[in-house]
């Protein structure tokens, strides 16, 4: 998992929150691909926490390389409805500020 | 302005900020309008800023949000909890909704639009409607009166918090809201409009904007709100007369400053009655008789809307009003004069002093009182 922020001292209030991204997945292959390179891409070098909830059983194979992406993989019950995966995720999720976002709308990069 | 990662393609053309504490019952209520919004979903975030909630605030909000900004500790009033949520904003309008508050399908969309397409606007305000939901007497007559208070506004330089919107920039070069001095829902809104006014920004009301107030209140609620959470506060914090003077043709403190004073004459008068007999009590009737009349277009909004045996409810707590009012505001016109500002709680006097930031930061004064 990638650090979270340190409450330490910086000019920004914001700054000093714990920021945690919330990839919702249902475990599609093209999107779980999507959402490893988009990850790879824009948190890499950033103290955010990421856990992806995928509801797929086979989610958990890709735990590797969602951990090298700096990913913490959460696998939620096949069809899981949407409230559920969020449920999950915010509890999952350690920061004080937690965005959500679905695998199929992360950014590729250069887009 | 916002550390948080973007990870959506485009930047969202607004970003709606609901402060909530305690709103598990309401949220999803007023989540649930916000995402039925005509505004396309992908072209704004929702944020939703718990302030320091015990009863599973957070969760609900999970549900509809993009982002949810956890407060923990005590709980830091609307002001501050929108400030963090503008803090992680990425859009360049502004919209601040509160958590008791359910936006028609419409209402976001014509924020946008009406900011996108003049330019000259910092700001925009909505109406409540005349369609409260909590069916009492009291929360019939506190939300009507609400309505009533802003369509007899519409057009004037005012910003209301609970349904309006205003550019990001303008937001925070006139300081965000004042969570120094607002620690409760106040009249922080009416505070910041009042800046925006001094820094030479326009803002107004639209009365065809509109949302419903879903609060329920009580008599005690309704009267704190209106005497302690707004009148004192307003002649205490705000500059009332110049604020009042930006008002123009708009004004109303004026009017319902009269009332006040004549309901407590009324009031004096009824004294006297019981030892100078009844002519006293004919000049309390006549004095309110006057009452009646100046306010009389807010009461034949009330048959209008409600038939005339509401008025039976509305009278009495509009008169009760009057006289919370009329106490409240001269205690605040004392309370500026003798002591000024409301000083802040020791602690986060020193804390601010030494320049601590942790999460959640330390409650900041605005930058030109620092």
Redesign the interface.
């Known amino acids: 998992m990638i650090p979270l922020n340190d ?4 000019t ?8 945690s ?1 919330v990839v919702l997945s249902t475990g599609q292959e093209e999107t779980l691909s999507r959402a490893v390179t ?1 990850l790879r891409d ?2 890499s070098d ?1 103290e ?1 926490e990421v856990v992806v909830v995928c509801a797929s059983r086979d989610a958990e194979q890709r735990g590797r390389e969602f951990a090298d992406a700096g990913a913490r993989i959460v696998v939620a019950p096949p069809a899981a409805p ?2 559920l995966l ?2 999950i ?3 999952e999720a350690h ?7 679905w695998d199929r ?4 990069p250069h ?1 | 302005m916002s550390h948080v990662p973007r990870l959506a393609p485009r930047p969202p053309r607004l970003s709606v900020i609901v402060p909530a504490h305690g709103a598990a019952n309401l949220l999803p209520l007023s989540l649930s309008a916000l995402v039925a919004s005509d505004l396309p979903r992908d072209q704004w975030e929702l944020i939703v800023v718990d302030d320091a909630s015990r009863d599973g605030t957070a969760s609900v909000a999970a549900g509809f949000a993009d982002v949810v900004v956890r407060l923990t500790g005590e709980p830091r009033g609307p002001a501050y909890a929108r400030n963090r949520g503008a803090e992680v904003a990425t859009a360049p309008i502004l919209a601040f909704i509160d958590a008791d508050v359910r936006v028609h399908r419409d209402t976001i969309r014509r924020f946008v639009d009406i900011l996108e397409s003049d330019q000259r606007l910092a700001a925009v305000s909505g109406s409540y409607d005349a369609a409260p939901p909590a069916d009492d007497a009291v929360s019939q007559y506190r939300n009507l009166l609400e309505h009533w208070r802003h369509q007899t506004t519409v057009g004037a330089p005012v910003f209301c918090s609970g349904c309006g919107a205003v550019r990001s920039e303008d937001f925070l070069r006139v300081g965000k809201f004042d969570e120094w001095q607002f620690r409760r829902p106040q009249v922080e809104d009416v505070e910041l409009g009042d800046r925006l006014r001094n820094a030479g920004r326009l803002s107004v009301r639209r009365g065809d904007v509109q949302a419903t107030h879903l609060k329920s209140w009580t008599l005690g609620s309704a009267i704190s709100a209106d005497a302690w959470d707004r009148s004192l506060p307003w002649a205490r914090l705000v500059d009332a007369p110049r604020a009042e003077q930006h008002l123009g043709r708009h004004r109303r403190w004026s009017a319902e400053g009269m009332s006040s004073a004549l309901v407590w004459l009324a009031l004096a008068l009824s004294v006297a009655a019981i030892v100078g007999g009844p002519r006293w009590a004919l000049a309390a009737v006549l004095v309110l008789g006057v009452v009646c009349y100046v306010n009389r277009a807010l009461y034949a909004f009330f048959i209008q809307v409600r038939g005339p045996g509401f008025l039976a409810y509305a009278l009495p707590l509009s008169l009760l009003g009057f006289l919370a009012n009329g106490f409240s505001v001269t205690a605040g016109r004392a309370l500026r004069a003798i002591v000024g500002d409301a000083p802040p709680e020791p602690s986060v006097q020193a804390f601010a002093e030494v320049g601590l930031r942790t999460w959640p930061p330390v409650r900041a004064r605005r930058p030109d009182d620092a």
């Open positions: 409450p330490v001292p910086d920004d209030s914001a700054r000093g929150a714990r920021h991204v988009a824009q948190l950033r955010v949407e409230a969020r449920g995720g915010l509890a920061g004080d500020v937690v965005t959500f976002v709308q992360l950014a590729l887009s």
